[in-house]
């Protein structure tokens, strides 16, 4: 499903197209140099063929086909991808823009939706687009360089510390996108993933809402919530309505209604919910979530509690 040959929306069209007459291109050069080094190799000279080029006309040959054609074909490639890369790069305006400010972590994606300057909801990991709206990302990092790439819908664009790099891009059909970390950060950067959901506006109209909410935790998770402040969660996790508000690690808000874990690596079933919470690092090596030791009837409450945070 991550493809860059796939396009979702014009941005990734125009680099998929690009792409696709560059191979064109390569392939019919490269054709047409073995067919005349096999020509020169196993033609032969034959007594009735053709007189040998002059060495002036072999010189004409070789600086037409190998400078003169090659800068033409060159230039012509530059041009097309620099006014690409400007079409792929222009921040059009409009009202009717979902902005979300998308922030690099050691290793995973903070994605939160603003409202002015005011950030409304989060879901980090996973970002929910509207299907044929334009979509605005404000991207920084909180460490160190990343790059924000999800090739299915435009090119890469590093998250810089410091700075704010913004793209905008369009998704024209639905589906299920992965993202991916595209400048090594350290340690795990293979396994700093993200979800891309393109659902059709009035389903995202209808999320986003929910995601402002603070979580209704299940019937009898108060010991689960205990857990969570007692154990040190609190310290780098967030959930809305609760005392915890620790800032380093993601939001878990709305835990229980996200697809993955740990950035995309796991599916989020309550088996490697378990496994991730106990030892990290052995689901991601060099993860910066410290191992939590707990009781099994600890693990079981903390387990149903965060579960039903949809
Ligand atoms: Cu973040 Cu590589």
Redesign the pocket.
Known sequence: MQSALNPHGPEAHAIAQFWWVMLAASCAIFATVMGLLIVGLFGGRRADGPEPLRPRAAWTLVIAGGIVVPVFILIGFVVWSASISRDVSALPNGDDQVVIQVI????WWEVNYLDGERVVARSPNEMHIPLGRMVRVRLG?AD????FWIPNLTGKVD?IPGQVNELAFEATAPGVLRG???????GP??L?SLLVIVEPAAEFDAWLPRQRQAPVAGADTARGLDVFLARGCRDCHRIEGTPADGRFGPDLSHIGSRRTLAAATLPNTIGHLGGWILDPDANKPGAKMPPTPLSPDELDALLQYLRSLE
């Open positions: 690099g972590h050691q290793w990092s160190v360089i990343h790059s998250a991916q970390c595209a400048e090594f950060c350290g950067h293979a700093m």
